[in-house]
């Protein structure tokens, strides 16, 4: 049995308050974000998540790559 979320095809009501609160739930993400990643890519699950994941593996680079502050040299003057 398929479930609203597992369907990517599925559209995000955002005149719905309940429907916006209930993704953002399933999703992971406040409803802002969620309203903002809408305005982005559009209303289908599918776009969304894949657009959330695409963003949380770039951050998780990005995160990666920052240098440790704790490693930093320290200059003496």
Not at 39 to 54: K, S, T
Not at 62 to 68: C, G, L, R, T
Request: no cysteine; hydrophobic share 50%; proline share 4%.
């Amino acid at each position: 049995m398929q479930t609203l979320a597992s369907n990517k095809r599925y559209l995000i009501d955002i005149t719905k308050h309940w429907h916006v609160a209930w993704w953002a739930a399933e999703l992971g993400v406040s409803e802002e974000a969620l309203l903002d990643v809408i305005d982005i890519v559009g209303n289908q699950v599918g776009a969304v998540e894949h657009y959330l994941a695409v963003r949380e593996a770039r951050e998780q680079r990005e995160f990666a790559a920052a240098p440790d502050p704790d490693l930093a040299p320290t200059i003496h003057a």
